[in-house]
């Protein structure tokens, strides 16, 4: 049974850091997407960064420059380090793995067949 659970959420004042860990247990797909979502208040899921196997890693727009994900695969962990954060990344933020090959933008969230509890994130002004 997969299980992936995030950690490092919390409250910051806006400009801050913080970093998020995702570490996932009975994971064995080799290959494919893990990847950040985030869900604010009122709003739907949307997803923040995403990283293939092979270390390829993507943003959306309103995180570049200012988040890094990374994953260890041989730690089956997945890692996202926020930096000038800002109160509108205030918000819940899920770990996702890609479990079977699929086609399909790594937004999507039909690609991804795990997903963690989530850790929240709030970002004061």
């Known amino acids: 049974q997969v299980q992936l659970v995030e950690s490092g959420g919390g409250s910051v004042q806006e400009g801050g850091s913080l970093r998020l860990s995702c570490a996932a247990s009975?994971?064995?797909?080799?290959?494919?997407?893990m990847a950040w979502f985030r869900q604010a208040p009122g709003k739907e899921r949307e997803a923040v960064a995403g990283?293939?196997?092979?270390?390829?890693?993507q943003y959306v727009d309103s995180v570049k420059g200012r988040f890094t994900a990374s994953r260890d695969n041989l730690k089956n962990t997945l890692y996202l380090q926020m930096t000038s954060l800002k109160p509108e990344d205030t918000a819940m933020y899920y770990c996702?793995?890609?479990?079977?090959?699929?086609?399909?933008?790594?937004?999507?969230?039909?690609?991804?067949?795990?997903w963690g509890q989530g850790t929240q994130v709030t970002v004061s002004s």
């Open positions: 996702a793995a890609q479990g079977r090959l699929i086609s399909g933008f790594w937004t999507s969230e039909v690609r991804y067949d795990y």
């Open positions: 009975g994971y064995t797909y080799s290959r494919g997407y």
């Open positions: 990283v293939y196997y092979s270390g390829l890693t």
